[in-house]
């Protein structure tokens, strides 16, 4: 099985900063990443998809980079509804593993 | 629209089977590269994948599981089927089915049942 890791696990912010999550895999997966972000009570959303396209509708301030084996999810400028959970997910072979999460909360 | 919803029962006894049914409407199981994947998120904790049914009835497993999990499609009915065996209560999640979207992201969930494992 392909593991995923994300750090860090959780991190404060305010509204406006610019945040980061970074995501890795325990073997190449080439593009065949995914992002998501969950609501406390809620089903995930997909925000991208093959690391860096946006899934439509989702905002402009949320992207995403990377290759191989290290993948990246930027929010520009955190809005108060971005406040959430993420986590990464390869999809390159199955099991279709996903990284632990990382909680974002408000500082 | 693409919805998609989960049901089955919300208690099962330990070494019981649990069987839980994705229906959806909005896209057809059939077409080609479609997909329904089932996962799992037990409380306070992470995602977990648990298995897949493509188009030409091709199915993967987490080898994770064992071999108790069993998916199925019933496409004139638009249905995914999940069988579960050997249930324990660490298996108390929520569970979740969603479409495989184009670019292979998993575009549309349903909101979740939670299956509480307990005697």
């Known amino acids: 099985d392909i593991q995923m890791t994300q750090s860090p696990s959780s991190l404060s912010a305010s509204v406006g900063d610019r945040v980061t999550i970074t995501c890795r895999a325990s073997?190449?997966?080439?593009?065949?990443l995914n992002w998501y972000q969950q609501k406390p009570g809620k089903a995930p959303k997909l925000l991208i998809y093959?690391?860096?396209t946006l899934q439509t509708g989702v905002p402009s301030r949320f992207s995403g980079s990377g290759s191989r084996t290290d993948f990246t999810l930027t929010i520009s400028s955190l809005q108060p509804e971005d406040f959430a959970t993420y986590y990464c997910?390869?999809?390159?072979?199955?099991?279709?593993?996903f990284g632990p999460g990382t909680k974002v909360d408000i500082k | 629209q693409i919805a998609l919803k989960e049901s089955g029962p919300t208690l099962v006894k330990p070494t019981q089977t649990l069987t839980l049914t994705c229906t959806f409407s909005?896209?057809?199981?059939?077409?080609?590269?479609?997909?329904v994947d089932w996962i799992r998120q037990p409380p306070g904790k992470a995602l977990e994948w648990l298995a897949l049914i493509y188009w030409d009835d091709d199915k993967r497993y987490s080898p994770s599981l064992n071999n108790r999990l069993t998916i199925t499609k019933d496409a004139s009915k638009n249905q995914v089927v999940l069988t579960m065996t050997n249930m324990d209560p660490v298996d108390t999640a929520t569970y979740y089915c969603a479409r495989r979207g184009p670019g292979l992201g998993l575009d549309y969930w349903g909101p979740g049942t939670l299956v509480t494992v307990s005697s």
């Open positions: 073997q190449t997966i080439s593009n065949y």
């Open positions: 997910q390869q999809s390159f072979s199955t099991p279709f593993t």
């Open positions: 909005g896209f057809s199981v059939t077409t080609y590269g479609a997909g």
């Open positions: 093959a690391t860096s």
